[in-house]
């Protein structure tokens, strides 16, 4: 279970870097005083325009924050509900996830078309055929 534990804190730093690339074009488009001072005049009202990618990694930022709960959850309780046997299932669909969301989060800011779905399913697969092991 180390490894699976191993992914889950990957998954969480992930999460957390996540964050940066859109804060970092906030600033730039806003300019340090403004950033720095919370929001500009009449926000939310009048939003200074950001580039396409950086509204991208927002919303990846917040689809990544919406997975971790089942992820955190299932890799927990498999820890607790499992063997030591099924371990090694478990961190291999841990990093599964890791890798999938990883993935994900390039193909999404990237805009790349047609991956981010299919991407994105692949890491909800994972936390499935986790769930499934200690329901069996």
Request: aromatic share 16%; hydrophobic share 60%.
């Amino acid at each position: 279970m180390e490894t699976a534990y191993y992914y889950l804190g990957l998954s969480g730093v992930l999460t957390v870097l996540l964050w940066a690339p859109y804060i970092v074009a906030r600033m730039v488009g806003w300019g340090i005083p403004t950033f720095l001072n919370n929001y500009p005049e009449n926000f939310p009202a009048v939003t200074p325009e950001q580039p396409l990618w950086a509204a991208r990694a927002q919303r990846a930022h917040l689809n990544m924050v919406e997975t971790m709960p089942a992820f955190i959850a299932v890799v927990l309780a498999a820890g607790f509900l499992l063997d030591t046997a099924a371990g090694a299932a478990v961190a291999m669909w841990a990093e599964v996830f890791f890798f999938a969301r990883v993935i994900h989060a390039v193909v999404y800011i990237l805009g790349v078309p047609f991956l981010r779905t299919p991407v994105y399913l692949v890491s909800w697969f994972s936390i499935l055929a986790i769930g499934s092991l200690f329901l069996a």
